[in-house]
């Protein structure tokens, strides 16, 4: 089933409850920069779907975008995105779920975004921006790390100043569930993350809260937006960094200005890594050997 506009993207869309799959056809439709929008109650439906659209080349699936949910009979959305990564050329999936119990999942197969139900437009207009960022992106270039600085961030310390990277990726959203509603937490809002079993909380000027992805995914997906791990239980923007100094258990970081900045503690095993980011000298073999020579007290 479809519907077409002259020109636009190519949109598929799979979900087994039929009102969920033409609630999502109908908001995808209403967006301008889609033309098609195909639909398919099932994986297997999908599949056929993606294997014969007219003018795909081999490997490719002709279809420019995915949305997915997760939970259906048969093949559920994650076993068909993970058949769709295998090919050459495979579309953007973005997962529709109800449950947010997946994300991990999700991001680890390399989801564009996940959704949860019920759907707003803006934030399927949101995904559809982020995919045609990534198509459209031009190639990566080495800025300092001040010409990407988070919103938050004083400026850096002179002589501390972090060694030239990529342009931070796009601001990631995070929904977060509270109460039977759905937060969306910019990860440029986030300080720092701390990490509490299989949950992280995310903590920001405004408060703190809790969310069912492990710090580890979290170090992975958000590293080169300027994130650095201090600590088994902690995630840092290192932008944020403003002190690192002796205490009397070990070295600890302040994390911005003021009178009421945290201060979290910094690993044995990450400080000389760590000392090294801040004074601009890349990685090296042996980082994880304990601290070195101390680190000036920065203002």
Request: glycine share 8%; charged share 25%.
């Amino acid at each position: 089933m479809s519907s077409e506009v002259p020109g636009g993207l190519t949109v598929l869309a799979v979900d087994d409850e039929e009102p969920a799959l033409q609630e999502l056809a109908h908001l995808l439709s209403e967006d301008r920069r889609v033309g098609t929008v195909l639909t398919a109650p099932d994986a297997t439906e999908a599949l056929r779907i993606l294997g014969s659209r007219p003018g795909s080349a081999p490997g490719s699936s002709g279809v420019d975008l995915v949305f997915l949910d997760i939970r259906m009979p048969g093949l559920d959305g994650l076993e068909l995105a993970r058949v769709l990564s295998a090919m050459a050329s495979p579309p953007p999936v973005v997962f529709v779920t109800a449950h947010d119990d997946r994300a991990v999942d999700a991001y680890e197969i390399g989801a564009v975004d996940y959704l949860l139900k019920p759907l707003r437009s803006e934030r399927l207009a949101g995904s559809i921006d982020r995919t045609l960022a990534t198509r459209t992106a031009p190639p990566p270039r080495h800025v300092p790390m001040d010409g990407g600085r988070h919103p938050h961030a004083p400026a850096p310390p002179r002589g501390f100043g972090p060694p030239p990277r990529q342009e931070p990726p796009e601001d990631e959203v995070i929904p977060v569930e509270l109460a039977g509603t759905t937060k969306l937490v910019p990860r440029s809002s986030v300080r720092f993350v701390e990490a509490q079993g299989d949950y992280a909380r995310l903590h920001t000027l405004d408060g703190s809260h809790l969310v069912r992805i492990p710090l580890s995914v979290l170090e992975e997906r958000w590293r080169e937006a300027g994130f650095v791990r201090i600590h088994r239980a902690f995630l840092v923007a290192l932008p944020l960094i403003t002190e690192l100094r002796l205490s009397g258990s070990g070295y600890v970081v302040r994390v911005g200005q003021g009178q009421n900045a945290p201060e979290l503690p910094v690993s044995r095993r990450h400080t000389a890594a760590l000392k090294r980011i801040l004074r601009g000298r890349p990685r090296r073999d042996g980082d994880d050997n304990g601290p070195t020579m101390p680190v000036a007290r920065m203002r």
